[in-house]
C-alpha cells in the first residue's frame, strides 16, 4: 500500500456513451478533471475504446481506486477485465466506485453475486433529495442532506448484496425512494456506489456531488 502522505492514484473509466454536449472531454474526463485540480490526489482517465479497454493489468496494478461509468455497453466489458478487477478488489484492496446506471456493471455485479437490477426508473430531470443517512461514515463528511434539481429517478427494490453501511438514501419528486450511497468490503476491497449522475445532466458538476466522489476515493483508497 502507498505511504499516506502519497497522491491516491485513480483511474477514472467510462464506457463514453455520454452526451458530449454536457460533458465534452466524456464524465471520466470531467471526474479527473475535477479530482486533479484537488491535493492529495492524482487522477488518469480511460474509456472502452482505449486498448485493453483501458483496463489493462498495468493500468490496474498502478491504480488504487478505479471510479467507474457504464450505461449502454456493461456487456461488451471483457470477461479478463471483470477478472482482473474483481481479483485486484477482492485481493489486492484496490477501490472501487461504480456510479449511476454502473448499479448494473460487470465488475460490480461480479463482486455482489446478484444482478443490480432496479425496481424502475424515469428519464424525466425530477428533483432527488440526497439524504445522510450515516453522518458518522466517512463519505459523508461535510454533506448534509442536499437537492439535485434534474436528474434520473430510480426505486427500489434495489437488487444489491446488503450493504454494509447505507450512507445516502434518496426521495424522489414522484415520491420513490432508493438506497443511494451504498458502501461495502469485498475481500480486501473497499467499493461505494453513489446513484446520482443521469448523464443528460450535469449532475457530477454539482458541489456536493463532487464532494462525495472525494470522500468515496479517500475512503476506499483507505485513507480515511
Ligand atoms: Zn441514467
Known amino acids: 500500500m502507498a505511504e499516506q502522505h502519497e497522491p491516491i492514484r485513480v483511474l477514472v473509466w467510462s464506457e463514453f456513451s455520454e452526451p458530449r454536449e454536457v460533458y465534452p472531454n466524456g464524465i471520466h474526463g470531467e471526474i479527473a478533471g475535477y479530482l486533479n485540480t484537488l491535493d492529495g490526489i492524482t487522477a488518469r482517465s480511460a474509456q472502452l475504446s482505449d486498448p485493453e479497454q483501458g483496463l489493462s493489468a498495468g493500468a490496474l496494478a498502478d491504480a488504487e481506486v478505479l471510479v467507474w461509468f457504464g450505461h449502454r455497453h456493461h456487456g461488451d466489458v471483457s470477461d479478463e477485465a471483470v477478472e482482473r478487477i474483481v481479483k485486484r478488489v477482492t485481493e489486492e484492496g484496490m477501490g472501487f466506485v461504480p456510479l449511476h446506471s454502473s448499479h448494473m456493471s460487470r465488475p460490480l455485479c461480479a463482486l455482489m453475486g446478484t444482478d443490480g437490477m432496479i425496481g424502475a426508473?424515469?428519464?424525466?430531470?425530477?428533483?432527488?433529495?440526497?439524504?445522510?443517512?450515516?453522518?458518522?461514515?466517512?463519505?459523508?463528511?461535510?454533506?448534509?442532506?442536499?437537492?439535485?434539481?434534474?436528474?434520473?429517478?430510480?426505486?427500489?427494490?434495489?437488487?444489491?448484496?446488503?450493504?454494509?453501511?447505507?450512507?445516502?438514501?434518496?426521495?424522489?419528486?414522484?415520491?420513490?425512494?432508493?438506497?443511494?450511497?451504498?458502501?461495502?468490503?469485498?475481500?480486501?476491497?473497499?467499493?461505494?456506489?453513489?446513484?446520482?449522475?443521469?448523464?443528460?445532466?450535469?449532475?457530477?458538476?454539482?458541489?456536493?456531488?463532487?464532494?462525495?466522489?472525494?470522500?468515496?476515493?479517500?475512503?476506499?483508497?483507505?485513507?480515511?
Open 121 to 224: 426508473w424515469r428519464e424525466a430531470d425530477e428533483w432527488q433529495k440526497v439524504m445522510v443517512k450515516a453522518p458518522d461514515h466517512p463519505v459523508a463528511a461535510g454533506i448534509e442532506d442536499f437537492v439535485i434539481p434534474h436528474d434520473e429517478m430510480y426505486a427500489e427494490p434495489f437488487n444489491i448484496k446488503e450493504p454494509d453501511t447505507v450512507v445516502f438514501y434518496s426521495h424522489f419528486e414522484g415520491g420513490e425512494e432508493f438506497r443511494s450511497g451504498c458502501a461495502w468490503t469485498f475481500g480486501k476491497g473497499r467499493v461505494f456506489y453513489f446513484q446520482p449522475g443521469h448523464e443528460t445532466q450535469p449532475v457530477f458538476q454539482q458541489a456536493e456531488v463532487r464532494q462525495v466522489i472525494v470522500n468515496a476515493v479517500r475512503w476506499c483508497a483507505k485513507r480515511t
